[in-house]
Nanobody
Framework: VQLQASGGGSVQAGDSLRLSCAAS????????MGWFRQAPGKEREFVSA????????YYKDSVKGRFTISGDGAKNTVYLQMNNLKPEDTAVYYC???????????????????WGQGTQVTVSS
């Protein structure tokens, strides 16, 4: 299974970016897809997730109201629209496939079993 993320870049605070991630490859179970991020010197953290079955969305508190996740199940693709970016959003953003069953695992890394390479998002003040 391969995940291809794109859309990262360097922007100013207050700007927007849209990340995309497409999963492809052999047949795999997928209950949803999500985004995590890792800033230098920090642990990887959950950002947002999308559940295929009913379109439910999940967000880290600090991005609520600024980030919007959407998905296309037929294409195994998720998008993360990031508005009003802040310097603290600077990180490498990873997309992942949630192939582990469990409704309580959308915000936990252990719920995801396929990961992309990551795309850098840099927000300057």
């Amino acid at each position: 299974v391969q995940l291809q993320a794109s859309g990262g870049g360097s922007v100013q605070a207050g700007d927007s970016l849209r990340l995309s991630c497409a999963a492809s490859g052999r047949t795999f179970s997928s209950y949803g897809m999500g985004w995590f991020r890792q800033a230098p010197g920090k642990e990887r953290e959950f950002v947002s997730a999308f559940r295929w079955s009913d379109g439910s969305t999940y967000y880290k508190d600090s991005v609520k109201g600024r980030f919007t996740i959407s998905g296309d199940g037929a294409k195994n693709t998720v998008y993360l629209q990031m508005n009003n970016l802040k310097p603290e959003d600077t990180a490498v953003y990873y997309c992942a496939v949630k192939g582990v069953l469990g409704a309580n695992l959308y915000e936990l890394a252990r719920g995801y079993n396929y990961w992309g390479q990551g795309t850098q998002v840099t927000v300057s003040s």
